[in-house]
Every structure is written in structure tokens, then in C-alpha cells.
């Protein structure tokens, strides 16, 4: 079946970095943009990286620019996001989604149950 | 950035009420609207997309409406299953996510 698993959380002091890393599973993977997702108590869901099926565009969310890198393998059905210079308010469950094939549907249509990834002095 | 505001924070009801969720957006978003449900330690799930849109597999009971600023989710006949927390999200510019309504049993 259609599925996306995270790995690569931890807990880790300000200033660190971490590697996160998305197994696709079920469909093309190729033929799809991917995302990274956020979820903080306090900052709730948040948007945070995107990339386009064949990893030629990406973008970020302002505050995550210069620090976070999204990329992909197609060759292996995987998504990374490389965060360096972590701050503690990007301590969050980070999502990997899948962004829908048509235009009625670019938003996420498959996620993956979630890494935790902890920043603390 | 576009804003994404639900009402209520927190809707409680009993099972076989009808409910209805509110999301306003800071700005015209046309119908680039999704809604998500979401239970305790599990991702979002997409329900409706486009506004109005259901979702593949989504039961009937969920149904969505709204364009330009105000939209609505309502569900009828609330079931067990539907006791979760409900996120509005637009797709016109980005994406961005209200603060989520969640649904208690009363």
C-alpha cells in the first residue's frame, strides 16, 4: 500500500544538526512533489520544505532558510532533510507528505506517522 | 502570509450531532481550501480538498463548502470515529494551517 515512513529524529543540543530521512513505498515516487511538515504545541502545523519531483525546485519556509536543505533519491524512493544550525524552536514532530498528482489536489495527500526531533540545551 | 483562523477551538458534541467548523482566511484563496482530521499521536489525513472535494475513502457524512474567505466543514451524524481534531489549510500561496478545532465528546 501507498506509505511514507520517517526516521532520523533525536534529541540533540541548539546548534547541532540532524538528518531526516522519508521511505516511500506504493507508488511512483518519481512523479510526485514531496514535503516537510512541522508540528510544534506551540507553533501548531507549519509548512516547511518542498521539492519538485525531480528535485529541481525547492523552497522553504522563511525560517528555516539557510539552515535547512530538502533533497531526494529517486533511485531509492527517499527524501532527506538535512537541518543544521537547529534552534529549540524547531523542536516539533517533523511529517513527510506527498503532494497530490493534480492540480485540484497540490496539497498533501499521503503523510507519514512522524519523527520527533528535540533541540535542548 | 496568508492566516488561517477556525472557530470554535473546541466543539463538544454527542454522537449523531450535526457539526459545523468554521475557517476564515486573511485573504482571498479562491477554493484552495483542504481540510484535515487528526487523532492523538497520528499524522493528518486529508478529507476534502478544494473546498468541497471529498477525499477517496472519506465517508459521506463529511462535507465541505466555502469560497474566497469563509468555508465550512460539516459533518453529519457524528460517529465514535469522528472525536479527533479537525485543521482547516489553504493552498492558494504556500500552505498554511489554522490552529485546529477539536472535537470532544460532551
Known amino acids: 500500500q501507498v506509505q511514507l515512513m520517517e526516521s532520523g529524529g533525536g534529541v540533540v543540543h541548539p546548534g547541532r544538526s540532524l538528518r531526516l530521512t522519508c521511505a516511500a513505498s506504493?507508488?511512483?515516487?518519481?512523479?510526485?512533489?514531496m514535503n516537510w511538515v512541522r508540528q510544534s504545541p506551540g507553533q501548531g502545523l507549519e509548512w516547511v520544505a518542498f521539492?519538485?519531483?525531480?528535485?529541481?525546485?525547492?523552497d522553504y519556509v522563511d525560517s528555516v532558510k539557510g539552515r535547512f536543505t530538502i533533497s531526494r533519491d529517486n533511485s531509492r524512493n527517499t527524501l532527506y532533510l538535512e537541518m543544521n544550525s537547529l534552534r529549540v524552536d524547531d523542536t516539533a514532530v517533523y511529517y513527510c507528505?506527498?503532494?497530490?498528482?493534480?492540480?485540484?489536489?497540490?496539497?498533501?495527500?499521503?503523510w507519514g506517522q512522524g519523527t520527533k526531533v528535540g533541540v535542548s540545551p | 502570509d496568508i492566516q488561517m483562523t477556525q472557530s470554535p477551538s473546541t466543539l463538544s458534541a454527542s454522537v449523531g450531532d450535526r457539526l459545523t467548523i468554521t475557517c476564515r482566511a486573511s485573504?482571498?484563496?479562491?477554493?484552495?481550501l483542504a481540510w484535515y482530521q487528526q487523532k492523538p499521536g497520528k499524522a493528518p489525513k486529508l478529507l476534502i480538498y478544494?473546498?468541497?472535494n471529498l477525499q477517496s475513502g472519506v465517508p459521506s457524512r463529511f462535507s465541505g463548502s466555502g469560497s474566497g474567505t469563509e468555508f465550512t466543514l460539516t459533518i453529519n451524524s457524528l460517529q465514535p470515529d469522528d472525536f479527533a481534531t479537525y485543521y482547516c489549510q489553504q493552498y492558494n500561496f504556500y500552505w498554511t494551517f489554522g490552529q485546529g478545532t477539536k472535537v470532544e465528546i460532551k
Open positions: 485573504q482571498n484563496i479562491n477554493d484552495w
Open positions: 507528505a506527498r503532494e497530490g498528482h493534480t492540480t485540484e489536489l497540490q496539497t498533501f495527500d499521503i
Open positions: 521539492i519538485s519531483y525531480d528535485g529541481s525546485t525547492k
Open positions: 506504493g507508488f511512483a515516487f518519481s512523479n510526485y512533489a
Open positions: 478544494r473546498a468541497s
